[in-house]
């Protein structure tokens, strides 16, 4: 069969074959994930929220520590605020698309903590916590905004000491800190059927970019209720049509 090209979407080609994977119902393979991780983010204006491609993901919790500073290091990992990974329970290096599960493993360095959001629940923890503990090291310090609060000011001090008192009572002070991120396995919504766990890293990844940019982040501390409301068992019916759109309206625009 002549797989060929249908769409070359930033450094992703996308052929017939992958196509095929969408249509299914099928285990989605690195292409569409890493496709559909580059439209997210096409989508945001924000530098801070960085979506690695399950190619790298793998490479970073399989290569091994004498190559992990040479793959880590241009991805600038302490400059992002959030990074999403994907997880496959394949470690095999030579194996090619040989895994079964996909789940996905979320930094949030206003937490200094990775989430682990996993549609079936368990399955990939070992794998999740192997690239946690490839990674953790890598993502630098973590700023810890304290607010002073102002003295106590009496008559008579001088001009100059009641400056200071105000400068100080308005000054926010910011503690860098080196502490290791912790790991939380989070609550996920689960999948009903053997071949969806794709479909749930991306629509999990997409209510993550869209809290993110939000304004009601700025009302919740985290991204769960987000998903909570927004992702359940209706994505394995309609998803994957959504990204065959997409998909074609890109073609379209190309």
């Not at 491609?53 to 991805?75: H, M, Q, R, T």
Request: with cysteine.
């Amino acid at each position: 069969m002549n797989d060929k090209e249908v769409l070359a979407y930033k450094d992703i080609v996308l052929r017939v074959s992958d196509l095929d994977v969408l249509e299914g119902p099928c285990y989605l393979n690195d292409q569409i994930i890493a496709f559909y991780f580059g439209y997210l983010s096409s989508l945001g204006n924000s530098n801070d929220i960085l979506l690695i491609p399950p190619s790298v993901s793998f490479w970073i919790a399989n290569c091994g520590d004498e190559n992990l500073k040479d793959i880590i290091e241009p991805l600038k990992l302490s400059s992002k605020n959030m990074v999403l990974f994907t997880i496959n329970d394949n470690d095999d290096l030579g194996g090619g698309n040989c895994g079964t599960h996909w789940s996905l493993l979320v930094y949030d360095r206003s937490k200094n903590a990775f989430s682990h959001h996993d549609s079936m629940e368990g399955v990939n923890n070992f794998h999740a916590t192997k690239l946690y503990g490839a990674v953790k090291g890598f993502m630098g310090s973590t700023a810890l905004p304290t607010t002073l609060t102002s003295p106590s000011s009496s008559k008579g001090r001088t001009k100059k000491r009641k400056d200071v008192a105000k400068a100080v009572a308005v000054a926010k002070s910011t503690a860098v800190v080196d502490a290791t991120p912790c790991f939380i396995e989070c609550n996920t919504p689960q999948q009903t059927n053997g071949y969806d766990c794709g479909l749930y890293v991306m629509a999990i990844a997409k209510v993550i970019c869209q809290w993110h940019s939000s304004k009601r982040k700025d009302k919740e501390s985290n991204w769960f209720s987000a998903i909570e409301r927004h992702v359940d068992a209706s994505l394995e019916m309609t998803m994957r049509s959504e990204v065959l759109k997409l998909i074609e309206d890109l073609r379209e625009e190309d």
